[in-house]
């Protein structure tokens, strides 16, 4: 295993678009998930089949020489949300096996952590319910009142 960011805060690993820089070079493969099996014959050349046992579909997908000594362009991860920061600084620190790996891996989050939501305000942002609209009165399935539930209800022994 290599970590991303050395000590200095240097990457250690680049990451690059190859997705667009091919896509210059070579025609997408036109139901590609429908094959199992890729014999590459020449960098533009290759055999597909849709399992073992079926006939083989030869293709050319290059439309030009990729050059030589060419790379694409980097690509910069954004970085963790600050909820996904907390946790691993609250949760996976104590497992990291020295200071400094966990320095590195799980360093303390540069804003303060998120306070918890008020309950009435976690009922409101899950409910679906539009704006405007009044719930049903909850019925108990106990007794038929209106007002609590089965759990809750007055009557239950």
Same mark, same amino acid.
Not at 6 to 14: I, M
Not at 23 to 47: D, L, N, V
Not at 114 to 134: F, L, N
């Given at each position: 295993?290599?970590?991303?960011?050395?000590?200095?805060?240097?990457?250690?690993?680049? &990451? &690059?678009?190859w @997705?667009?820089?091919l896509?210059?070079?070579?025609?997408?493969? *036109?139901?590609?998930? =429908? &094959?199992?099996?890729?014999?590459?014959?020449?960098?533009?050349?290759?055999?597909l089949?849709?399992?073992?046992?079926?006939?083989?579909?030869?293709?050319?997908?290059?439309?030009?020489?990729v *050059?030589?000594?060419?790379?694409?362009? @980097?690509? &910069?991860?954004?970085?963790?949300?600050?909820?996904?920061?907390?946790y691993?600084?609250?949760?996976?620190?104590?497992?990291?096996? =020295?200071?400094?790996? $966990?320095?590195?891996? #799980? *360093?303390?989050p540069?804003? !303060?952590k !998120?306070?918890?939501?008020?309950?009435?305000?976690? $009922?409101? @942002?899950? =409910?679906?319910?539009?704006?405007?609209?009044?719930r049903?009165?909850?019925?108990?399935? @106990? #007794?038929?009142?209106?007002?609590h539930?089965?759990?809750?209800?007055?009557?239950?022994?």
């Open positions: 295993a290599q970590l991303i960011r050395g000590a200095n805060g240097q990457t250690q690993v680049h &990451y &690059y678009d @997705s667009e820089f896509k210059h070079y070579y025609r997408a493969i *036109p139901s590609i998930t =429908s &094959y199992h099996i890729f014999i590459i014959k020449h960098p533009a050349t290759i055999i089949k849709q399992h073992s046992q079926a006939a083989e579909e030869t293709i050319s997908i290059g439309m030009r020489p *050059p030589q000594g060419v790379l694409p362009e @980097s690509i &910069y991860p954004k970085g963790l949300d600050l909820d996904r920061q907390w691993l600084y609250d949760k996976i620190r104590p497992f990291c096996s =020295s200071t400094l790996s $966990a320095d590195i891996t #799980c *360093p303390i540069s804003q !303060p !998120p306070s918890p939501m008020a309950p009435e305000h976690i $009922a409101s @942002s899950t =409910s679906v319910m539009r704006a405007g609209t009044k049903k009165p909850v019925t108990c399935s @106990s #007794c038929k009142c209106k007002g539930t089965k759990r809750t209800c007055p009557l239950k022994k």
